[in-house]
């Protein structure tokens, strides 16, 4: 039943019905799946099949609950909606740091995961694409649109009194997705905000989580981040490369303490300046020099937490400052050393505008791709689900799709 689903994935087939009818038709499909041509499964076999890999209710939360408001919009063309304060994220990190994260969502996914895990990383891993002794993971959020409207309907007799303004709950047909705001296209949208962990040198999907579409990419990212670790326990992430929206003083310091490399777009609005100690910081957290020309990185002095910053016109091997203004009597021109704990979101290791930090951010479109290939591709959201086990069931489905994909690419190489 799996392989003949992956199969469906692999041919596009977006609904069930279609599929089992294709398979009655379709002699080699039917062998292709395993099956005898003679006899081949019903489209509720296959929904048999998916409730046993499913454990417990549907969804995550009940059917019955109130309605939610609509997130605000961006301020801007292309801005997300602001529905999260980041000072929070210190809460969040606590929190799961004391109570755990993943205990519902592991319960879900404890046969998913475990065949998805064994079968398909497990296989990525012996054909040397995944290492997760050194795991460089690269994260974003992608809306998931499940429908044009809200899909619930009102319990009480509340509209039928002339009452406009309900205050009693609705009955949800799908009650873990809810409203959001799809900044890349600037309307809202009904549905979930999927958040992929892909392992940047590879780019392979390796985690994925459903949120509600209101969930920011920060808390999904950080839940996602504590599901990976109680999942997969054994794994060592060395790095994290992450946008703008995941740029919080709470993530660095996290990942401080759990010795993970940080690779975060700076935030320009939450940038503050260094007035006080003599230099000042672009939006990029790069010291910006008299001239106002951002200056060049000169290395990192680990063990005394430095960052060391020159000036731009420097010319290092003549070790000569060419600027025609010189703001210090020193023919090497400024220096400026930046001690990393003073703030380690501005003032990172290695330092932000410095080539290494370059060539690993720029592995970040590794988590756009996979994001596209599952949407695109995979024609994720034209499965038109009606609960959580379906979409993580069609999702998990198209991860396995993309490893062996990746497999088939590996073996054509090596031949």
Not at 87 to 96: E, G, P, S, V, W
Not at 162 to 173: E, L, Q, T, V
Not at 216 to 225: F, Q
Not at 274 to 285: L, R
Request: positive net charge; proline residues 6%; hydrophobic residues 35%.
């Amino acid at each position: 039943m799996l392989r003949s689903y992956l199969l469906s994935i692999c041919l596009k087939s977006t609904s069930l019905v279609d599929w089992a009818e294709r398979l009655r038709s379709d002699e080699s499909l039917a062998i292709l799946s395993g099956f005898s041509p003679d006899h081949t499964p019903s489209f509720a076999s296959f929904y048999d099949f998916f409730h046993r890999l499913w454990p417990g209710c549907n969804n995550f939360l009940p059917h019955l609950r109130y309605r939610r408001k609509k997130p605000p919009k961006g301020k801007g063309n292309g801005e997300k909606s602001p529905s999260f304060d980041k000072d929070y994220a210190a809460t969040i990190i606590k929190y799961f740091d004391g109570h755990g994260a993943g205990v519902i969502l592991k319960s879900k996914l404890s046969i998913i995961g475990k065949i998805f895990s064994r079968i398909f990383l497990a296989g990525s891993m012996h054909k040397g694409l995944l290492n997760t002794k050194k795991l460089v993971l690269a994260g974003d959020g992608t809306p998931v649109v499940v429908s044009n409207r809200e899909r619930s309907h009102s319990t009480c007799d509340c509209h039928k009194q002339g009452i406009d303004k309900c205050c009693h709950k609705r009955w949800f047909s799908q009650p873990d997705a809810n409203w959001g705001w799809d900044s890349s296209r600037n309307f809202f949208y009904y549905g979930y905000n999927l958040y992929l962990f892909t392992d940047a040198n590879s780019g392979l999907p390796v985690f994925p989580v459903l949120e509600r579409a209101s969930r920011h990419d920060l808390p999904a990212m950080l839940h996602g981040l504590a599901c990976i670790k109680a999942f997969f326990s054994d794994w060592n992430i060395s790095a994290l490369i992450l946008d703008s929206a995941h740029d919080a003083a709470a993530v660095y310091k996290m990942c401080s303490k759990s010795s993970i490399t940080p690779f975060i777009y700076l935030n320009p609005r939450g940038t503050k300046s260094a007035e006080n100690k003599g230099y000042t910081v672009g939006d990029d957290g790069v010291p910006i020099c008299p001239l106002g020309l951002p200056m060049k990185p000169n290395g990192t002095d680990k063990k005394r937490h430095r960052a060391k910053y020159i000036c731009p016109k420097t010319k290092y091997a003549e070790r000569l400052c060419m600027c025609d203004n010189r703001c210090t009597k020193s023919t090497y021109g400024r220096v400026v050393n930046i001690n990393l704990k003073d703030d380690p979101r501005l003032f990172c290791d290695p330092p932000r505008g410095s080539p290494q930090w370059k060539q690993a951010y720029n592995k970040r479109t590794s988590a756009e791709r996979a994001n596209k290939r599952i949407k695109i591709d995979g024609l994720l959201e034209e499965g038109h689900h009606r609960s959580s086990m379906m979409w993580y069931i069609r999702l998990f489905a198209i991860l396995s799709v993309i490893h062996v994909d990746a497999w088939h690419e590996r073996k054509c190489e090596s031949a």
